[in-house]
């Protein structure tokens, strides 16, 4: 058994602990908490299982990596904070861990990566023996492992469109949905996620990754975006009222261009409500879900809705990052130490976990 810490346990980290617990190979040695109300809660009760764990968390970061875990699971946020994520995560390979993180974008292509991102883990890596993996849903596996096996399936392929298609009153990250990507805000409010540069610095390194994997140059990145304003007041279950005349759906477009034309293509369409821009693509559910379209010969439609946590589909969405990582962790200690992409690490069956369910 592989000890495995968990470091956060909020929308990410549950679901970390309910993938660590579930998988055969891999045996919770920690928690690793922030918030003073969390410290000393047994993690099954953090995971929102139906039975205690045995490990309390702690906010004791020495103490856990003084242990010396063989591997960790990094699922505090790096939206808000990426030189404190930088930062955590380097501690955690010098120590020696392997780490699968969803927090550093930059990181999910680590040849294009930034020196100020890169070298720091390579340092941390030479010094300590262990390794990173950063990888999620999107960008994550729904624009890097999935479209790549698509496109194996078609004759010619002309493009590939990778889309989000997301109500996001169900993602309970209030601060990320308001103020990085600017529902309810007044329409000249300019939200962060959404400023020039900052899509291409989030999903630029999975267009280069799919590029490198076809065996194409891009010419450049280009960015489209289009922002629509709600007609109607709207109330929500998760964030309260939305007001008419403030931002209640996004839309845009991070382009790959190949000889002049956008090839590979990762699109997000968010709303707040799904009365906003219903001329927009939907969900076939009005939910949630990642699509993948291979345009070509057969022009190939793939779409994948999943859904956790009482039907919640950002809950579902958290899960499956959190599975590619989680399910990476034992081929991970087997390789030898390094900086690994999505390319790199093997998308694997459920292997010894099929209708297996724990003590």
């Known amino acids: 058994?592989?000890?495995?810490?968990?470091?956060?346990?909020?929308?990410?980290?549950?679901?970390?602990?309910?993938?660590?617990?579930?998988?055969?190979?891999?045996?919770?040695?920690?928690?690793?908490?922030?918030?003073?109300?969390?410290?000393?809660?047994?993690?099954?009760?953090?995971?929102?299982?139906?039975?205690?764990?045995?490990?309390?968390?702690?906010?004791?970061?020495?103490?856990?990596?003084?242990?010396?875990?063989?591997?960790?699971?990094?699922?505090?946020?790096?939206?808000?904070?990426?030189?404190?994520a930088l930062a955590d995560v380097v501690r955690a390979v010098r120590a020696g861990a392997v780490v699968v993180t969803p927090a550093l974008y930059p990181l999910y292509d680590p040849r294009s990566a930034p020196p100020e991102f890169r070298d720091p883990v390579l340092a941390a890596v030479e010094q300590g023996?262990?390794?990173?993996?950063?990888?999620?849903?999107?960008?994550?596996?729904?624009n890097d492992v999935l479209p790549l096996l698509i496109s194996?399936?078609?004759?010619?392929?002309?493009?590939?469109?990778?889309?989000?298609i997301f109500d996001y009153s169900t993602y309970e990250q209030e601060d990320s949905v308001r103020h990085l990507i600017g529902m309810g805000h007044p329409?000249?409010?300019?939200?962060?996620?959404?400023?020039?540069?900052i899509p291409t610095m989030v999903w630029g390194g999975q267009l280069r990754l799919m590029a490198r994997a076809l065996g194409v140059e891009l010419d450049e990145i280009r960015e489209t975006l289009e922002r629509r304003a709600l007609d109607t007041t709207v109330t929500t279950r998760t964030m309260g009222v939305f007001e008419a005349g403030t931002q209640g759906a996004v839309r845009f477009e991070v382009q790959g261009i190949v000889d002049g034309a956008p090839r590979i293509v990762v699109e997000h369409i968010t709303r707040?409500?799904?009365?906003?821009?219903?001329?927009?693509?939907?969900?076939?559910?009005?939910?949630?879900?990642?699509?993948?379209?291979?345009?070509?010969r057969p022009r190939i439609e793939v779409t994948v809705e999943a859904s956790d946590e009482g039907e919640n589909r950002s809950a579902g969405g958290n899960a499956t990052a959190v599975g590619r990582l989680v399910n990476a962790v034992d081929w991970l200690?087997?390789?030898?130490?390094?900086?690994y992409?999505?390319?790199?690490?093997?998308?694997?069956?459920?292997?010894?976990?099929?209708?297996?369910?724990?003590p």
């Open 152 to 164: 194996g399936l078609g004759t010619t392929v002309d493009a590939i469109r990778c889309q989000e």
């Open 129 to 142: 023996g262990g390794s990173l993996f950063v990888s999620g849903v999107d960008p994550g596996w729904g």
């Open 187 to 197: 329409m000249e409010y300019e939200p962060l996620m959404l400023a020039p540069s």
């Open 272 to 296: 707040i409500h799904p009365s906003c821009a219903p001329d927009w693509p939907s969900p076939p559910d009005g939910t949630g879900a990642h699509r993948v379209v291979v345009e070509g």
């Open 341 to 358: 992409d999505a390319l790199d690490v093997p998308l694997r069956p459920a292997v010894g976990r099929l209708g297996r369910k724990r």
């Open 333 to 339: 200690v087997d390789a030898k130490p390094g900086l």
């Open 1 to 84: 058994m592989i000890p495995t810490v968990v470091w956060g346990a909020g929308n990410v980290g549950r679901a970390a602990l309910r993938a660590v617990d579930a998988h055969p190979a891999l045996a919770l040695a920690a928690v690793l908490v922030h918030d003073p109300a969390k410290v000393g809660r047994d993690a099954g009760d953090l995971a929102g299982l139906d039975r205690a764990l045995g490990v309390a968390a702690t906010d004791d970061i020495d103490a856990v990596l003084a242990a010396r875990p063989r591997a960790v699971v990094y699922a505090a946020s790096g939206d808000i904070r990426p030189d404190e």
